[in-house]
């Protein structure tokens, strides 16, 4: 039998150095440059900056769709939040409860995580814009 892509897919445990860290809120030492631009923790930065390493050798550039979507401040998740959602109710769109509130997506918006929910304000998350 094959080994298929997803056999090598395994679950993220949490770094023991983000217990009783703030999403959002990573100090300056947990985080590392990656290659491309932006940070991310410095567990996911060595295995980013490998895979990345692994894909130039057979011809692959990975980028991030941008810097903000690697590592991302608890202050830059609340403003991308507040760019996609509003207070004022959307028909027909999705919703979100922040702060004890229901925000609705605006028309025409990708969805995004609450702040200091996404795998972003941990350091553990890319987005590649050439997956
Ligand atoms: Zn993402």
């Known amino acids: 039998m094959s080994k298929v892509a997803w056999d090598y897919i395994v679950p993220v445990k949490l770094p023991a150095d983000l217990k009783g860290i703030e999403p959002g809120k990573l100090p300056a030492h947990l985080l590392r440059p990656i290659e491309a631009g932006g940070k991310m923790h410095w567990l996911a930065a060595a295995a980013y900056n490998a895979m990345d390493e692994a894909a130039k050798a057979d011809g692959i550039e990975l980028k991030p769709t941008s810097a903000g979507d690697t590592y991302r401040s608890y202050e830059s998740q609340l403003a991308g939040f507040k760019q996609r959602y509003q207070l004022e109710p959307v028909v027909g769109t999705s919703t979100k409860t922040f702060e004890g509130k229901t925000w609705y997506l ?26």
């Open 106 to 131: 605006k028309k025409g918006m990708a969805m995004l995580a609450t702040p200091g929910k996404s795998q972003h304000n941990l350091g553990l998350a890319v987005d590649i814009a050439n997956a």
